[in-house]
C-alpha cells in the first residue's frame, strides 16, 4: 500500500514538474497568442547596447509591450548562442548581431524577417547595403557603427618633438605613408613604440577596401588579391617596427595601455570607453579628426528578427523603434554607441558631444566626421573572419620572430587555401 | 503454462479463472521483466547521454554538416582526409602530448611525494589534507586567468623576477616549449592535490606492519618507501596515470584562456586536440570536420586506453587481486607441482622398495 501511494504520489509530481516546464518553457519563447497581442517581448544583446531599463520602460509605456532584455556577456557568446538556435526554437524576439559575425548570418537570410521598405534610407548607405541579401531585402536594423579617428598621446607626442594641438595632429596622417612616416620619427625619438598595435593597422587598412578576401558571389581571391598582399607587406615592412604588440586585449596590452607605453590607437567611438575605462589615472589622451588614406569603420551591430518567432510584428515594431534616431541617440548617451541612423548624425546631442577624459575634445563632432569620411562599405563574406584571424596569426608570428615574412605569408597561403 | 492453454482452449471460460490466469501471467511477466525494468534506467540514461552522442557524432563526420538547417551532404571519408591533412592537426598533437607529458609526470611525482609527507604523523592533519585539495576547489578558467599575470611576457610576475635578478624574460606566448611550460604548471596546481589526496588513501591501506616489520630490520624512510609504499601503490597508480592521461589529451580550458584570442597561438605554439576542435566547430561553424575531428581524438584515447591495458596486466596481476598468479607464474607452480609430486612418488616408491 504504501509502495503504491508513493507510486502516485511520484507520478503527480513527475506530472507536475512537466507541466511546470512546459510553462517555463512559454514564458521564455514568448506568448503564441498572435491574434490576443503579444504582452511580452525576449530582446537579446551583448556587451553594452545602452539599451537601459528605463530606455525599454519608455517603449512599454508606448505600447504596452514588455520587454525582458537578456544580455550576453561577449559578442561570441551571442554568436553560439544565435546559431545554434537559428532556425530552431530558443532565439529571443530581437536578436543583436555584431558585424564580425554578420555575414554568417547573411547565409541564413530566408530565416529572418526583413526590414519593412518603407525603413530603408534610415541608415547610412554602406551600413544598409552591408545588410542586404542576394535578393534585395534589407533584413537587418543598424545600431551603431564604429567611425575611426586617432587617439594619440599628447604628453607623449610634445616629448617627442611633435606637435599636440588636435588640429595639428590631425593634419599629421592624411595617409597611410605618413602615418608611418611620423610613427618612424617618433621611435627614433623615444625609442619607444608609435601605436598599440600592428593588427589594428592590418585592419584600419583592409577596412578602407571593398573587396579583400571574398567576392559576392563566392570566389575566394584571398591569396591573388594584390590589395591583401600589399597590406600584409606594408603592416609587416612598416607598422610592425613601430608597433608594442602584434596583437589587442592581452594583459601586456593592457597594462602598457594604463602604463604609457605607447603613443596613438585607431580610435573608433567605442574604443574611448575602453581607453578611459582600463587607464584611468593616465592623463594626456585625445582624439584627432583624422583617419589615413580616408575613413575607416571599425565594428558596429545590427538587430535582427528571427522570421520563425512568435510575434515577429511586435518584435519588427521594438526593432524599428530601438533603431530610430531618437533612441539610438539616448542609447548613445548611455553607451557611447555611434548612431548609423543619417538623421541622427546630425543631432544636437551628439554633435555637442564631449569627453572629459580626452582633453575635453568634441567627441560627437570629431565622430560625425568620421562617419562621413567612409566611403567604402567592404564586402565580407561568411570566411571572412578566418581568413582575417589567420593573416592576422601571420603579421603576428613576424612580429613574434617565429617566422620571416615570406615564410609567414606563404605558410597563410597554405592555410587558407585548405578553409 | 497450462491455465493459459486452459483459457485458449475454451474461450468463453468463467470470469474469476481468467483474472486469476491475468494476475497469474502479471506474476510470471513480473520475475522474468522486473529484473531488466530495475536496470534498464542505467540503459536507457547510457543509450541517450553515451551512446547516441557517439553514433550521432559518427554519422555528422561523414557529412558536410549545416549546423543551422540542421542537414548535410555525405561526403565519405573527406573530413577525416581534411583533417589528417592539415599541419595543424599534427601540430595540435605534438603540442597535447607535450602538455600531457609535461603536466602528468611532475604532477604524480609531486603528488607521490606530498601523499608520503602527509602519510606521516604530523600535526593538524586534517588541515593540511584540506589545503592541498584546496586548488582542486578553484574553476581551472579562474586559474588561467590567475595564471595569465603570472605568466605574461612583459609585465608579468615571473618575468618580472627572473629581469630583477639579472636573467633574460621568458617568451611565455611566443616560444612553443615554454608555453607548454606555463600551461602544464596551470594543470599541475589544480590536479596535483587531487592525485595526492587519491594516492594518500591508498598509502593509508598498506598494511602498518610491513614498517614496523621494515624499521625493526633497519629500513630507513627513503628505502620504506621505495620497497614498500611505492609497490603496494601500483593499482592506484595505473588508476591515477590512466585518469591524467584521458584528461591530459583532453586539455582545453588552461590553452583556451591562455591569450586573448583562445585559439592556440598565431603560430599554434600551444593549439591542442580539443581546442583546434572547438575552433573549427564553433569558431568555423564545420561540424563535419570538428564530428571527425572528435572521431579521431576518441581513436587515439582509446588506442592509449588499450596500451595502458597492456602495460597494466604486465605491471599488476589482474587489477588488485593479488593472490591470483600471472599465466608464467601459473605454469611455474604447475610444473614445480608436478615435480614436487613426481619426486614424492619416487620418494615413495623408493621406500616401498626399502620397506620391502
Partial sequence: ?419 | MTAATARDAQPDAPKPVRVISFSHRLSRWDLKLSPYLYISPFFIMFAIVGIFPIVYTAVISFQDWDLVRNSGTFVGFDQYIWILTQPHFWTALRNTFSIFLLSSVPQLIFALFIASVLDRNIRAKTFWRMAVLLPFVVAPVAVGLIFNVVFADNFGLVNGMLTDIGLPAIQWHKDPFWSHVAIATMVNYRWTGYNTLILLAAMQAVNREYYEAATVDGAGPIRQFFSITLPSLKPTLIFVIITSTIGGLQIFDEPRVFDQFGRGGAGQQWLTISLYLYDVGWGQWNFGRAAAMAWILFIIILGIGLINLIVTRSLVRDEGLRTELSKREKRRAVAEAKATAAAKAAAAAKAKEVTR
Fill in chain 1, 1 to 419: 500500500m504504501k509502495t503504491r501511494a508513493f507510486r502516485k504520489s511520484a507520478i503527480a509530481v513527475a506530472a507536475v514538474s512537466v507541466s511546470a516546464l512546459a510553462l517555463a518553457g512559454c514564458t521564455s519563447g514568448g506568448t503564441p497568442s498572435e491574434s490576443d497581442g503579444p504582452v511580452t517581448l525576449t530582446l537579446a544583446t551583448f556587451n553594452d547596447f545602452g539599451y537601459t531599463d528605463e530606455l525599454l520602460a519608455e517603449f512599454t509605456a508606448e505600447t504596452g509591450i514588455e520587454v525582458v532584455h537578456n544580455k550576453a556577456a561577449t559578442s561570441n557568446d551571442a554568436r553560439a548562442n544565435f546559431f545554434q538556435k537559428l532556425g530552431k526554437t530558443g532565439l529571443a524576439d530581437v536578436e543583436a548581431v555584431e558585424i564580425d559575425w554578420f555575414a554568417e548570418a547573411l547565409q541564413y537570410a530566408d530565416l529572418l524577417a526583413p526590414v519593412p521598405d518603407d525603413l530603408k534610407g534610415r541608415w547610412l548607405d554602406w551600413k544598409e547595403a552591408a545588410a542586404t541579401d542576394g535578393a534585395g531585402n534589407l533584413i537587418a536594423y543598424g545600431t551603431d557603427i564604429g567611425p575611426q579617428g586617432i587617439c594619440y598621446r599628447s604628453d607623449l607626442f610634445a616629448a617627442a618633438g611633435l606637435p599636440t594641438d588636435r588640429a595639428d595632429v590631425a593634419a599629421l596622417f592624411p595617409t597611410w605613408d605618413d602615418f608611418f612616416t611620423v610613427g618612424a620619427q617618433y621611435t627614433a625619438a623615444t625609442g619607444k613604440p608609435f601605436i598599440d598595435s600592428a593588427n589594428a593597422v592590418l585592419q584600419g587598412i583592409l577596412n578602407q577596401e571593398e573587396f579583400t578576401y571574398e567576392e559576392p558571389d563566392g570566389t575566394i581571391i584571398a591569396t591573388e588579391n594584390p590589395v591583401v598582399e600589399e597590406a600584409y607587406n606594408t603592416v609587416v615592412d612598416k607598422a610592425i617596427p613601430i608597433s608594442a604588440y602584434a596583437g589587442q586585449w592581452s594583459e601586456d596590452w593592457f597594462a602598457s595601455l594604463a602604463s604609457g607605453e605607447f603613443a596613438t590607437m585607431l580610435c573608433p567611438g567605442w574604443m574611448l570607453g575602453v581607453i578611459s575605462g582600463n587607464a584611468p589615472e593616465t592623463t594626456g589622451w585625445d582624439i584627432a579628426n583624422a583617419f589615413p588614406g580616408g575613413g575607416g569603420n571599425w565594428g558596429g551591430s545590427y538587430l535582427v528578427v528571427p522570421a520563425n518567432g512568435a510575434n515577429v510584428e511586435a518584435a519588427q515594431k521594438l526593432a524599428d523603434w530601438l533603431t530610430s534616431p531618437d533612441t539610438q541617440i539616448k542609447a548613445f548617451e548611455n553607451a557611447g554607441t555611434f548612431p548609423s541612423q543619417v538623421d541622427a548624425l546630425s543631432n544636437d546631442v551628439l554633435l555637442s558631444a564631449t569627453n572629459e577624459y580626452f582633453n575635453n575634445a568634441p567627441t560627437g563632432e570629431i565622430l560625425t566626421e568620421r562617419a562621413a569620411a567612409v566611403t567604402v562599405s567592404p564586402f565580407k563574406g561568411p570566411k571572412y573572419f578566418q581568413f582575417h584571424d589567420a593573416l592576422q596569426n601571420a603579421v603576428t608570428r613576424v612580429f613574434d620572430g617565429l617566422e620571416d615574412k615570406t615564410t609567414s605569408w606563404n605558410n597563410w597561403v597554405t592555410e587558407v587555401s585548405a578553409f
